[in-house]
């Protein structure tokens, strides 16, 4: 079983870069791909960014197209980075670790990091 945890979140200013890690312990032997998603205040959660196993980097929506998904070396820690922030990329940021399962395909959540973008 692995486990995941953000770190990287708080208050931002309007325009700063943002710089999330999402930091794995347990089992990676099935792991996938690391992806980083993002719930705003009443509304759904949505996907930001992807990176596959074989290091290709996938992005949605708005945040997507500002942001960077990167991986260290070992391949198990996964990073976010996102400039001009804006009041609207205020959410709490998720990573998840996507992992083979019995069952099929498993999303590993971690608890997610709050980011509060202020002007």
């Known amino acids: 079983q692995a486990h995941v945890v953000e770190s990287g979140g708080g208050s931002v200013r309007f325009g700063v870069p943002l710089s999330l890690t999402c930091t794995p312990s347990?089992?990676?032997?099935?792991?996938?791909?690391m992806a980083w998603y993002r719930q705003r205040p009443g509304q759904d959660r949505e996907s930001v960014a992807r990176?596959?196993?074989?290091?290709?980097?996938y992005y949605e929506g708005s945040a997507g197209s500002r942001s960077a998904i990167s991986a260290n070396d070992a391949k198990n820690t996964v990073y976010l980075y996102m400039h001009s922030l804006k009041p609207e990329d205020t959410a709490i940021y998720y990573c998840?670790?996507?992992?083979?399962?019995?069952?099929?395909?498993?999303?590993?959540w971690g608890q997610g990091t709050q980011v509060t973008v202020s002007t």
């Open positions: 990176l596959t196993s074989g290091g290709l980097g």
């Open positions: 347990g089992n990676l032997d099935e792991l996938l791909d």
């Open positions: 998840a670790y996507i992992m083979r399962a019995s069952a099929g395909i498993k999303h590993n």
